[in-house]
């Protein structure tokens, strides 16, 4: 009976490793085919005819490195006035409108005030007395030489005299400030009203009173604005500023307008406001009498020029968040096929349809393509998608 027993065990076994072995294989799982990125793109014949591929080199180009800023068109403080009133009155007359332009010199208000007349009147008494006190001191100082009076009453009429002469003096200073004629009051023709007069050529900005109004000294009756001489006012951060040079060039843009203006850095603030800026103040290259003062305007300062590798705009591509250009490779002998490589770069200053260029690994004449990089793409992306 064990012999029959072991023979058993044995006539078994080879059925049980084949059942352990079918098992273990199904249990087994299959390997998936993994496919690998390549860097290398092939074109049939026909694909490159198609792609209208055009190759170029690497170029050397001057591309300067920009700022970008924002600011606003400004006048400087020589450019811009305000009219007031050196004395407290009534606006007899004036013909200001907002936007008319006005000369140099040109009259914008006539104004009245009853103290306008008492301060002629004062200046020709101050005056009359002085001749009389010059008289007297004349003959005070003869008398001294003869030593006929006391030295008390020589210097009684010269103090009397210098004092009365001061008071002509500032009202003479008064009354200049009300732009008076003073051969036509000195001949006893005592004005009722007096004019204010524009010290620039401009266009009234501001009308701020009417006829019959009462203006008081701190009111500002009109602005005149002188726009042939705007300048840029630019708002820099703080990073930015080691950037900036006197001299430098600004290319910049109006809110309303498509058209590029020039100008040139002038002056650069030397404090820093609350929001960590710093004014820049530019001139204009070429005046322009259309402009308004407080225009918004986006600029770009150009921060150098220099000499970098570079290649058009149309011969770099963008994939996966990094930058990429396609070179030529060595065809391949077999089956007549175009390759290129796509390889990745670092991107810099972008200028005139150019952008700065660099490489991980060295490239020496090295063929890029320019024209068609994005066919090539479109076909790494298509291979993508399939595997």
């Keep these: 009976m064990r012999s029959i027993y072991k023979f058993l065990i044995l006539?078994?076994?080879?059925?049980?490793?084949?059942?352990?072995?079918?098992?273990?294989?199904?249990?087994?799982?299959?390997?998936?085919?993994?496919?690998?990125?390549?860097?290398?793109?092939?074109?049939?014949?026909?694909?490159?005819?198609?792609?209208?591929?055009?190759?170029?080199?690497?170029?050397?180009?001057?591309?300067?490195?920009?700022?970008?800023?924002?600011?606003?068109?400004?006048?400087?403080?020589?450019?811009?006035?305000?009219?007031?009133?050196?004395?407290?009155?009534?606006?007899?007359?004036?013909?200001?409108?907002?936007?008319?332009?006005?000369?140099?010199?040109?009259?914008?208000?006539?104004?009245?005030?009853?103290e306008f007349i008492q301060m002629q009147q004062d200046y020709l008494d101050y005056k009359s007395q002085l001749q009389y006190l010059k008289e007297e001191l004349d003959r005070q100082e003869e008398l001294a030489k003869e030593n006929v009076n006391s030295k008390k009453a020589l210097q009684k009429a010269r103090s009397e005299y210098q004092s009365v002469s001061a008071r002509l003096l500032g009202q003479r200073s008064k009354l200049s400030l009300m732009n008076i004629s003073f051969s036509a009051l000195e001949k006893g023709q005592i004005q009722k009203t007096f004019n204010l007069y524009t010290p620039i050529a401009g266009y009234v900005t501001q009308v701020n009173t009417n006829i019959g109004a009462f203006v008081s000294t701190t009111d500002v009756m009109f602005k005149i604005a002188d726009t042939e001489h705007l300048h840029a006012e630019l708002t820099v951060f703080e990073k930015d500023v080691p950037k900036l040079k006197l001299g430098q060039k600004v290319r910049f843009v109006l809110a309303n307008e498509e058209k590029e203006r020039m100008a040139t850095v002038y002056l650069i603030g030397r404090e820093i406001s609350k929001e960590r800026t710093v004014q820049i103040h530019c001139h204009l290259d070429q005046e322009d009498t259309q402009l308004l003062p407080g225009m918004y305007l986006k600029a770009y300062v150009e921060s150098g020029v220099s000499k970098v590798e570079a290649l058009p705009n149309a011969a770099i591509v963008e994939f996966e968040g990094k930058k990429f250009v396609f070179i030529e490779q060595p065809p391949s002998r077999s089956n007549k096929t175009y390759r290129y490589r796509m390889m990745e770069v670092k991107t810099g200053v972008a200028e005139n349809g150019y952008t700065q260029i660099s490489f991980a690994e060295q490239i020496d004449n090295a063929k890029v393509v320019v024209k068609g990089a994005y066919d090539l793409l479109s076909k790494v992306k298509n291979t993508e998608e399939e595997h």
């Design 11 to 114: 006539a078994s076994f080879p059925f049980y490793l084949a059942g352990c072995s079918r098992q273990s294989a199904e249990k087994e799982p299959e390997k998936e085919s993994v496919h690998e990125k390549s860097d290398i793109v092939t074109l049939t014949p026909e694909q490159q005819k198609l792609s209208e591929i055009t190759l170029g080199e690497i170029e050397l180009k001057e591309l300067s490195g920009t700022t970008k800023v924002n600011g606003m068109l400004d006048l400087p403080p020589q450019s811009l006035v305000s009219i007031s009133t050196p004395l407290e009155g009534i606006l007899k007359s004036t013909n200001m409108l907002q936007g008319k332009r006005v000369a140099k010199g040109a009259l914008v208000a006539v104004m009245q005030n009853p």
